[in-house]
Nanobody, 116 residues
Framework: QVRLVESGGGLVQAGGSLRLSCTVS????????IGWYRQAPGKQRELVAG???????NYADSVKGRFTISRDNAKNTVYLQMNSLKPEDTAVYYC??????????WGQGTQVTVSS
C-alpha cells in the first residue's frame, strides 16, 4: 500500500525558515522522481520543486533561490528546506510523483503559514 506522509509545517514569521519532510512507503522510492506541491486557499495545486532519481532538481520561479529540495534514499524521504519565507508561501504542502501519470494517493499534507 502506497503511503505519503508529510510533516514539518507550522506557523512562521516572514523571513523565517522551515524544513518539510515527506516519507514514502509502498513504492520503490529510489527510482521515483518526486515533487513538492502546494495548494493555497482558493487556488489550484502547483508544483514548487522536483527532484529526479538522479537528484537533478528544478524549482518554480516563485521559490527559486529560497527553497531547496533534497532526498535521502536510505530513509525513503524527500525534504524541502524553505528559507526567506513570504506570506504568499502560505499553503498546504504535499509530495507526490513528479509525473501526473504516476501520481499515487495524496497524503494529508502539512500546513505552512507565514505571517507578515
Amino acid at each position: 500500500q502506497v503511503r505519503l506522509v508529510e510533516s514539518g509545517g507550522g506557523l512562521v514569521q516572514a523571513g523565517g525558515s522551515l524544513r518539510l519532510s515527506c516519507t514514502v512507503s509502498g513504492i520503490r522510492f529510489s527510482i521515483n522522481d518526486i515533487g513538492w506541491y502546494r495548494q493555497a486557499p482558493g487556488k489550484q495545486r502547483e508544483l514548487v520543486a522536483g527532484i529526479t532519481r538522479r537528484s537533478s532538481t528544478n524549482y518554480a520561479d516563485s521559490v527559486k533561490g529560497r527553497f531547496t529540495i533534497s532526498r535521502d534514499n536510505a530513509k525513503n524521504t524527500v525534504y524541502l528546506q524553505m528559507n526567506s519565507l513570504k506570506p504568499e508561501d502560505t499553503a498546504v504542502y504535499y509530495c507526490n510523483n513528479l509525473s501526473p501519470a504516476n501520481f499515487v494517493p495524496w497524503g494529508q499534507g502539512t500546513q505552512v503559514t507565514v505571517s507578515s
